[in-house]
């Protein structure tokens, strides 16, 4: 007799347990509303008895006097609403493809994946990329709301195509001045408004042509490079990514020809060993070099150029400019005091003469983390010596280079060679 009771009360637990645990549903959304969702995604919606979203896409769903929640600027507040929703059915309404620069990654990451269900739509990105017929599969996609435009410029700069959520504050014809101003010129651009909707509207054109125009809130722009472009440039073309001659920096006349010779240079960075996000400290940087070098290589990192002549401190800025390069950050002191308030190193270059440079390697080596890398470039053999010492007593594989270089000429039908001063190279690796 008490079986059949029993059962009762179980199957009731599971239909209690059930509702409790009702997942939410995120259903991405378009333009064309309800009818432009599967049948399974309008189903969730109309099954809903709390519609969530922004107003925008709470208004492309026919009022039925289902219980709505606007989400605003304050998107935890609607989390933590999400949260006690006490087992009742829920749509989440995003436009576009919710996992795509969309809503449903912070709800998941705050509330728990096992909480939802996503159902997802096609973006807007993808729509304008189909409208301008190119393929978005190597494409350099992001979100100017979440990205600040400078570092996405440099981002741009080395792509062949290219999305972007552009926003109210950083609009297409923002986004086109500021790369004409760093003289990236080469691209076509799309921009692509009020994808889906009927009065959608594809504008194409050049730089100079979208940068005096202005467009619709909605809109994605797409930069496509025009075939065989160099990622440079235009008045810059034969700047490398190191290696760079020697002419094609600004330099102050009493200095002219005195900075780090290419090939040096080469060598310095390839015992440095820099990373895409190093921390690289370049101590006597002089008009710059290895620092913008240095910073091309660390394109996420930081490149700190100390330099205690005020003029070729002031080199160092122009010539960041000339290279395009926004992670180099000019100092203007003596090391190691200039030093103090640097974050710890991952590479080190020093370069310079005199009996100072054993005390700033000796200085430096012990703010380098570990497994850091410390290069230091003389010209004299007592600095060789001295830091050779110096080096020898913090760690002890010291690596050493005698560099001598010269440089083909023709003369007179015949190719002759003029030989650069000799230099010294010396690398350490800090031990973990």
Known sequence: MSVPALRTSSWKGIQNLKAATEKISIVGIGDDGLEGLSSAARQVVNDAKLLVGDAGTLALV??????????????????ERLSTTDGKRVAVLVYGDPLFYGLARYLCDHLGKDRFEVVPHVSSMQLAFARVKESWEEAYLTNLANHPLEVVLDKIRVADRIGLFTTDTRTPADVARALLDRKIDYFSAYVCENLGSPDERVTFGTLADISRQSFAPL??????????????????????????????FLQSKPKQGLLTPAEVRCMALAALDIGPSSVVWDIGAGCGPVSIEAAQIARDGKVFAIEMDAEDYELIHKNCERFGVQNVVPI?????????????????????????????VEAVYDRLRSGGRLVANVGSIENLSDVHKTMSRKAEDVKVWMVNISRGTFQLDRVRFDALNPTFVLGVVKPN
């Open 62 to 79: 026919p009022d039925t006097g289902v219980e709505r929640l606007v989400v605003g600027n304050d998107i935890s507040a609607a989390a």
């Open 219 to 248: 809109n994605v722009m797409i930069l496509i490079r025009r075939p065989d472009a160099p990622d440079r440039p235009q008045d810059a073309v034969g700047l490398r990514l190191f290696g760079n001659p020697e002419e094609f």
């Open 332 to 360: 203007l002191g003596k090391a190691p005091e200039a030093l103090a308030d640097l974050p710890e190193a991952d590479c080190v270059f020093v370069e310079g003469s005199g009996r100072e440079i054993s005390r700033i």
